[in-house]
DNA sequence: TATGAATGAGGTTTCATTCAT
DNA sequence: CATGAATGAAACCTCATTCAT
C-alpha cells in the first residue's frame, strides 16, 4: 500500500514507508490539510496556507510529504481503507438483506462522522482527482463499494425483502448519494446524532415518507 | 431577471444587459464554457481552455464576457431563475402533499436534464463560490428551495399524507440531495430516461425499497 | 507640422492633414480624450474608454485617428504651438524685463486656463512622453520655452531690473514649476479668477512674501 | 510607523510587519523598486523589469511583496512618515514665521534629497494613485503638510512678517509646487546641493527677484 | 527539521489595434 | 461612419516545488 513513486529520485526521505507509526507531527500536519481541502478544495487550498496553519513554512512541508497531493492521497487512503474493512464485516456477519442495508448504512454514516474531511473530499473531488494517475485506485474503490452494495440490495430483492420491481442501479445510486452528500451538511455539534440520522435514513429508505396507513 | 449589477464592470461594456436576445455567438460561448466547467470544475478550466475549445484567442472571450466568473454567473443564474419559477407553479396549482412532491420532484429532474452543467456546477461548487461575494445569491436560492420543499412536507404531515413521525430538515435534505446528485451519473443518452429515473425515485421516496407486504 | 507617417501604409485615411479644419465630430472626440487623459492619465485611459464617452465604439475611433498617440499628439501640438506664439508675441514687443517676465507669466496663466487638459497631460507625462520617438518634439519645445524665460531673466539681470545674486537656472526653473504645475488645482470655477492667480503670483515672485517694511 | 494593514492580505504572510528590521534583500529590492517607478512611472514599470534590474524572476518578487502596489505603498509611507516628523519638529521649536518658513523648506528640500525617487512618484502620481482605496491615506497626508504650512503663513501674516494682503492658499500652493517639483530637475552630483538650492529657493520667496533698491 | 530565497510554468485579465461587414 | 468580433502581446499575479543554509 501507499507505493510512494518518487518520480525525483532526490536522495531526501520525505515520505516514509505506509505502516509508519508516524510522528504525531505527521499526522497533526495531515489533520490540518485535511481540514483544510474539505473547506476550500484540494485545488483552492495552496501549501503555504496548510504550512501557515501549522505554523511552518510551506518549504517545511516537503521534510513531511512528498507533494501536496500525496497528503491527499494518504487522507483519502485512510478512510477508503477503514470503510473497505468495515462493509466487509458485515457481509461476513451473513445477515439477512434487510439488517445489512440498514448495518450498512449506519457504518456509511459512521465513515462520516470518523472521516468527516476526507469524505468530503471524496465526496467533492474524486471525479476531478480520477484523471490522475496517481489517483487510479479511487475508481477501484468505487466499484468494490457498489459491488457490495448491489450484492445486498440484488439478494434482497430476489428473497422477496424489497419490492420486486426495484431498479438495483437506481436505488444503489440513491442510497450512495444520500449517505455521502450528507457530509456536506452533518455537523458534530448538531441536534441530531449520527446514528439519530442514520436511523431516519433508514427508515425513509426502507419505508418511504408516506404514511402507512394509506395501504 | 439577471440585474449583472457587477460592481467590477468599470467602464466595459462587455456584457450586455439582461433581457438581451444576445447574439447567438455569446450563447454558444456560454455552452461551450459550461461543459467544461462541468467536466472539469471551474477553478480547474482555464480561460485559455474556453477559447480554444471555442476556436478562438483567450483574450477574444473578454469581448463577449467581463470575467470567468462572469460566465459562472450567467449560466448559474439562467437554471436557478428557470427552476424557482418551476417550483412556483407547482405550488400554485395547490395539489394535496404527495402530489406536489411527486411534482417537484419530476421538475427537479427535468432541470437536471435540461440544465445538466449549470445543475453540477451548482453542485459541486456552490459551496466555494458563494464566498465570493458575486455569487451571494446562490446562498438566498438554496433558501428559497428549501422553503418551498419544507412547506409541502410539513403541510403533508399535518394533514397525514406523510408519516407523523418524520423529521421535515432530514427529509428534505434527502431529497435534495437525491436529485440533484443524479446530475453526476445522469447521462442523456442513458437507458433510463430522465422520467423513468424520476418515477423509480419518487416510488422509492414514498413507499421506501421494502416489500409491501411485510406490513 | 503632424506629419503623422503612417507606419500602417493602409490605405484608410484615417488622419487628415494638419491645417484640415477638420469635422465638428473629430475636434469633439478631442477633447474628450483630452479630458480623460488628463483625469486619468494616457496610459491609464483606454481607447475603450474614449470611444464611450464618446457613445461610439473602440474600433470606430480609428476611423478618426491613426491611434492613440495620435490623439495625444494633437492634443499636445495645438496647445504648444498656440503657447509659442503667445510667447513670442511678448518678446517681438520689447518692454523692460519685469514687465516682459510678467506678461509671460499672465500669458502661461491663460495657457493654463484655455488648455487645461493639454497642459496638464505636459506637466504629468513630458517625460515619459519623450521617450516615444513620436514626441521628440516634446524636447524641442521645452528647451524653446526655456530660451524664452532665461533670455529676459539674464537680461533683467544685467540691467538692474533683477537682484545680481539670481541664480538664473534655479529662477527659470521655479517659475517654470510655479505657473505649469497650477495646472493641478486651478478650478475655472474656483473662487480667483486665472487673472487674480497670475498677479498673486507676479507680485511673490518679484518682491517675496516678506512684508517690504521688514528692509 | 507602517501599519501594512492590507485587506488583500489574505493569509499570505509575504510582507512583515512594521518594526521589522527586515532582511537587506527586501530593502534592496525596494531601492530598485523606488528607481524605476520614479524613472517611468509606476504605471509604466513593469513587475518583470523590477524582477530583471534585481536579477530575479518576476514571480520571486512575491516572495517579499504581496503585490506591485504594496511595493509603492512601502516607499511612499516612509517618506511620508519621515516629512511629517521632519515639519514637526520645526513646529515644536517654535521660531517666528520667517524663520520657521525657511527651515520648512530646507527640510523640504532635503526630503527630496534623501527619498528623491519616493518624492518623484509622490509628486507625479499622488492624484492617481489616491483613487485606489489602498492609497487613501495620500490624501491625509496631503492635508497634513497643508495644514502645517498655512498655519506658518496664516500667523506670520498676523504678526507683521509676512504681507497682510498675502493669499495664505496661493502661497501655499506655490510654495508646494515648488518645493516638490524641483524633484524632477534636481541631481545630487549637479553643480548646485541641495542647501544652496534651498537657501536660494528662500531668497526668492521671501524678498522676491526683483532688486530691492527698486523700492 | 526548519528557513527563506528562488524558480518556472501557467493563470486571468487588459488593451491597442485590425478588419470584414 | 460605425459595428462587433477577433488578435496578440504583455501585464500582474499564483503556486507547487527546490535547495542551500
Redesign the interface.
Known amino acids: 500500500m501507499k507505493p510512494v513513486s518518487t518520480k525525483h529520485s532526490s536522495g531526501r526521505a520525505a515520505s516514509r514507508g505506509a505502516g509508519d507509526t508516524g510522528s504525531d507531527r505527521r499526522a497533526e500536519l495531515l489533520a490540518i490539510a485535511a481540514e483544510l481541502f474539505a473547506a476550500?478544495?484540494v485545488?483552492?487550498t495552496?501549501v503555504?496556507?496548510i504550512a501557515?496553519s501549522a505554523g511552518i513554512l510551506s518549504g517545511s512541508l516537503y521534510h513531511h510529504f512528498e507533494s501536496k497531493n500525496a497528503m491527499v492521497d494518504e487522507i483519502l487512503r485512510e478512510f477508503l481503507d477503514h470503510q473497505r474493512r468495515s462493509y466487509d464485516e458485515v457481509l461476513r456477519e451473513g445477515a439477512d438483506a434487510?439488517t445489512t442495508i440498514a448495518e450498512l448504512i449506519r457504518r456509511s454514516f459512521r465513515g462520516v462522522h470518523r472521516y468527516r474531511a476526507a469524505v468530503t473530499i471524496f465526496q467533492?473531488e474524486a471525479?476531478?482527482l480520477a484523471g490522475i494517475e496517481r489517483f487510479d485506485y479511487l475508481r477501484q474503490a468505487s466499484r468494490d463499494f457498489e459491488r457490495v452494495w448491489k450484492r445486498v440490495?440484488t439478494d434482497g430483492r430476489s428473497t422477496?425483502?424489497?419490492?420486486?420491481d426495484?431498479?438495483i442501479t437506481?436505488?444503489y445510486?440513491?442510497i450512495r448519494?444520500?449517505v455521502w452528500?450528507?457530509v456536506?451538511?452533518y455537523s458534530p455539534r448538531g441536534r441530531?446524532t449520527i446514528n439519530a440520522?442514520a436511523e431516519?435514513?433508514i427508515a425513509?429508505?426502507?419505508?418511504?415518507?408516506?404514511?402507512?396507513?394509506?395501504?
Not at 422477496?160 to 420486486?164: E, K, M, N, W, Y
Not at 425513509?204 to 395501504?215: K, T
Open positions: 476550500r478544495g485545488r483552492a495552496t503555504r496556507e501557515e434487510r467533492n471525479n476531478h440490495l422477496g425483502a424489497f419490492r420486486a426495484l431498479n437506481l436505488a445510486r440513491f448519494d444520500g452528500t450528507a456536506h451538511w441530531l440520522i431516519q435514513y425513509i429508505l426502507c419505508d418511504g415518507i408516506a404514511a402507512p396507513e394509506r395501504r
